[in-house]
T-cell receptor, first 109, second 114 residues
Framework: RKEVEQDPGPFNVPEGATVAFNCTYSNSASQSFFWYRQDCRKEPKLLMSVYSSGNEDGRFTAQLNRASQYISLLIRDSKLSDSATYLCVVNPFAGKSTFGDGTTLTVKP | DTGVSQDPRHKITKRGQNVTFRCDPISEHNRLYWYRQTLGQGPEFLTYFQNEAQLEKSRLLSDRFSAERPKGSFSTLEIQRTEQGDSAMYLC????????????FGNGTRLTVT
């Protein structure tokens, strides 16, 4: 079993739709969590951190459920430009960041 | 632009040759990471440094791979006797110390072994 697991998708949604991605992690001692966005053949870029109380950045909302060991990303009012792969990242107290394999989103007109 | 920079952007080499990649991190960051990514997969951890000390190396990494960060600034990743399975995007990232500091990636070096 992988340390960080994501539904690979693809998720194909129309513009304006709301879409949610989940990510589960196996290390209960994980300290911090992030969502990254990666466009085709480009480097991953930080989308947002995930805080224990949940947090929002414009159309994006991230949630953390430590008891069930999963994090989620909600995108409201999807835009064509949101089409990308979304990577879930989990950090332990010390050591490397572990990435999921990503969820691919395609937003269609 | 003071982001992470990697060189070269692309490298094509023949099987059996040695290759070396360079990464210049964000100057204020003391941590530097190397990851490898293949199509359809997330970045896979290779190794990381805190200042000049190499703190962790993936158990999956063969002895053909070596990384250095001699003065705690730039880093090099060398692959000896390349194999076709080494073809991938090699990503460098840097961050501040601690689990709450996110990684900032360079553009990557795309390696093709023929």
């Amino acid at each position: 079993r992988k340390e960080v697991e994501q539904d690979p998708g693809p998720f194909n949604v129309p513009e304006g739709a709301t879409v949610a991605f989940n990510c589960t992690y196996s290390n209960s001692a994980s300290q911090s969590f992030f969502w990254y966005r990666q466009d085709c053949r480009k480097e991953p870029k930080l989308l947002m951190s995930v805080y224990s109380s949940g947090n929002e950045d414009g159309r994006f909302t991230a949630q953390l459920n430590r008891a069930s060991q999963y994090i989620s990303l909600l995108i409201r009012d999807s835009k064509l430009s949101d089409s990308a792969t979304y990577l879930c990242v989990v950090n332990p107290f010390a050591g490397k960041s572990t990435f999921g394999d990503g969820t691919t989103l395609t937003v269609k007109p | 632009d003071t982001g992470v920079s990697q060189d070269p952007r692309h490298k094509i080499t023949k099987r059996g040759q040695n290759v070396t990649f360079r990464c210049d991190p964000i100057s204020e960051h003391n941590r530097l990471y190397w990851y490898r990514q293949t199509l359809g997969q997330g970045p896979e951890f290779l190794t990381y440094f805190q200042n000049e000390a190499q703190l962790e190396k993936s158990r999956l990494l063969s002895d053909r791979f070596s990384a250095e960060r001699p003065k705690g600034s730039f880093s090099t990743l060398e692959i000896q006797r390349t194999e076709q399975g080494d073809s991938a995007m090699y990503l460098c990232a840097s961050s501040f110390d601690g689990p709450f500091s996110p990684l900032h990636f360079g553009n990557g070096t795309r390696l093709t072994v023929t």
